[in-house]
């Protein structure tokens, strides 16, 4: 579904319950007009994750909201 060039705006336009899972890993300004034009990949850089299993998650729990 999304990979690590997705936009967060994108991410929490298609689901807004997304904010929650992107605040419990660490990335609190999903409300910031700046980072809503970041990728998954500059957004886990910003925040020192690992892009790669960020992402996964992102999607496995997406599959679980019914995303």
């Known amino acids: 579904m999304w ?17 929650e899972v992107l605040l419990g890993l660490g990335m609190h300004c999903t409300s910031c007009s700046v980072s809503r034009m970041e990728t998954l990949e500059e957004a886990c850089k910003v925040h020192n994750l690992p892009v790669d299993p960020v992402v996964n998650f992102l999607n496995e729990e997406a599959e679980k909201l019914g995303i």
């Open 3 to 19: 990979d690590k060039d997705t936009l967060l705006g994108d991410i929490l336009a298609d689901s807004p319950d997304m904010s």
